[in-house]
C-alpha cells in the first residue's frame, strides 16, 4: 500500500489561495483611496457651487446685466466644467474599478471551483475508503515500527489539509459574495454619477445661455457702461494718488518717531502671515490683480492695472480687518464709496474700498476678522475693492489670503 505526497499540491493551492486574499485585501483599500479623493473634490466643487448660486440669489432672483455678474456666471460656468471633468473621472474610475473587479471575481470562481474539485478528490481517495475505521488495519499491515509511524503522520496530515481547505472553501467563498455585493454597490454608484452627470450637462447648458443674454445686453448698452467703467477706474486712480501720498506720509512718520518695519502679531511678523490672512468679505473674486483679460464686453475704455483684486459679494456684506493692525485712514472716493487703510507696521498695509459704510474710526486698533464696514452697491453690483501693499508696492492679495 503507497502513500503519494498529493498534499503537497494541495498545501501549495492552499497557500496561493491566502496570498490572492491578501492582495484582494490591498486592492480594496487602493480602490477606495483613489475614489475618497475623486468624492472629496467632488464635495468641494458642489460647496462652491452651491456658495455661487447662494450668492446669485442674494442679488435678485434674475441677473442684471451688469459687468460683475457676467463675471459670476462665468466663474460657475468654468466651475461647472470643472465639476464635469471630475465626474467623469469618477465615472472612469468606477468602470475601470469594476472591469478589473468582474474578471477578479470570474478568476476567484475559477480558483474556488479547483479547490473544491481537490477537496473531492481527496475525500473520494481517502475519506470514503474510511482512513479513520482502518488505522489499526494499516498499523498491522507495516513492515516496521518506522513505516507504521510514517503512514500515520500521513494520515494525520491527509485529515488537516482536508479542514485547511474546508476552511480555505469558506474564505474563498465569503469573499466571492463580498465581491459580488460590491460589484453591485458600484454598479449603482456607476448609474447615480451618469444621472449626475447629465444633470450637470444640463445646468451647465442654460448658464451658459444665461451668459449669452447677459453678454448680449451689456453689448446693447455698451455706451453706457463704459461711461461707467471710467468713472470706477478713474476712482480707482484716485485711490492709487491718494494711497501713495498718504503712504509718503506715514512713511515720514514712521522714520521721523522710530516705529520698527514689522509689528509682531501673534508672534508673528506680517511677512509670516503670507497666506494665512482671512477673506476681506466672504463672496467670489470678479476682477483679479494686475493686468487680465477681463471677462467683459467694453471695447473702448482699457482697464487699468488691478491693484487689487474685486470681490463681488451680497448686498449689505460686511467687511473684516485681515489681520492686527491700526485705522490710519478713512477717506472718501467719488465713485468708490468709503475707503479704509489699516497699517500693520511701517511696512504693510491693507486697503478696503467701496464701502457705504464704516465701523471704525481713524486711529482705531482692530483686531484680526473684526467687522470694519459694510459694502457698498454700485452699478455692478456690491463690489468690494481690497488691496495689500508693501510700502508703495501693490502685492497680490491672493498670494496672502488662505485658501
Not at 61 to 71: G, I, P, Q, R, V
Not at 118 to 144: G, P
Not at 210 to 231: I, P
Request: overall charge positive.
Amino acid at each position: 500500500m503507497t502513500y503519494p505526497c498529493k498534499h503537497i499540491s494541495i498545501l501549495a493551492i492552499i497557500l496561493i489561495g491566502l496570498c490572492v486574499n491578501l492582495n484582494a485585501q490591498d486592492d480594496r483599500e487602493l480602490e477606495k483611496q483613489s475614489l475618497d479623493m475623486l468624492n472629496r473634490n467632488m464635495e468641494r466643487e458642489a460647496e462652491e457651487m452651491a456658495f455661487i448660486n447662494k450668492l446669485i440669489e442674494s442679488n435678485g432672483k434674475e441677473l442684471k446685466a451688469t459687468d460683475s455678474n457676467l463675471a459670476l456666471l462665468q466663474e460657475k460656468i468654468e466651475l461647472g466644467r470643472s465639476a464635469l471633468n471630475t465626474i467623469d473621472k469618477y465615472i472612469k474610475e468606477l468602470q475601470k474599478q469594476l472591469k478589473e473587479k468582474k474578471q477578479a471575481v470570474k478568476q476567484l470562481q475559477n480558483s474556488l471551483e479547483d479547490v473544491k474539485n481537490s477537496y473531492k478528490n481527496l475525500l473520494n481517495r481517502y475519506y470514503n475508503i474510511r482512513v479513520k475505521e482502518n488505522t489499526w488495519m494499516i498499523l498491522m499491515a507495516s513492515e516496521s515500527f518506522a513505516q507504521a509511524y510514517k503512514r500515520m503522520k500521513y494520515v494525520k496530515e491527509i485529515l488537516l489539509l482536508l479542514k485547511a481547505q474546508s476552511i480555505k472553501i469558506k474564505e474563498m467563498t465569503d469573499r466571492l459574495n463580498d465581491e459580488i455585493v460590491d460589484i453591485s454597490k458600484k454598479e449603482e454608484l456607476l448609474s447615480s454619477n451618469i444621472s449626475k452627470k447629465q444633470k450637470e450637462m444640463e445646468i451647465l447648458r442654460i448658464d451658459e445661455k444665461k451668459s449669452k443674454s447677459v453678454y448680449s445686453e451689456l453689448k446693447n448698452k455698451n455706451a453706457e457702461l463704459e461711461k461707467q467703467l471710467k468713472e470706477r477706474e478713474e476712482s480707482y486712480n484716485l485711490l492709487n494718488t491718494q494711497m501713495r501720498e498718504h503712504i509718503r506720509k506715514e512713511m515720514k512718520k514712521n522714520l521721523e518717531s522710530g516705529i520698527t518695519d514689522e509689528m509682531l502679531i501673534y508672534g508673528k511678523s506680517f511677512e509670516e502671515l503670507k497666506g494665512l490672512l482671512p477673506q476681506p468679505t466672504i463672496g467670489v473674486i470678479v476682477r483679479p490683480f494686475g493686468d487680465h483679460k477681463a471677462k467683459s464686453v467694453y471695447e473702448t475704455v482699457k482697464a487699468l492695472p488691478n491693484n487689487g483684486i474685486d470681490i463681488l459679494t451680497a448686498e449689505n456684506a460686511e467687511v473684516y480687518a485681515v489681520s492686527k493692525g491700526i485705522v490710519t485712514m478713512i477717506g472718501k472716493l467719488p465713485a468708490g464709496g468709503i475707503c479704509i487703510i489699516v497699517s500693520h507696521g511701517a511696512a504693510y498695509r491693507t486697503v478696503y474700498a467701496s464701502l457705504s459704510s464704516a465701523l471704525v474710526k481713524e486711529g482705531d486698533e482692530v483686531k484680526a476678522r473684526q467687522k470694519i464696514g459694510i459694502v457698498k452697491k454700485s452699478f455692478d453690483g456690491p463690489v468690494m475693492h481690497f488691496e495689500l501693499r508693501k510700502d508703495y508696492e501693490p502685492q497680490n492679495p491672493e498670494e496672502w489670503l488662505f485658501n
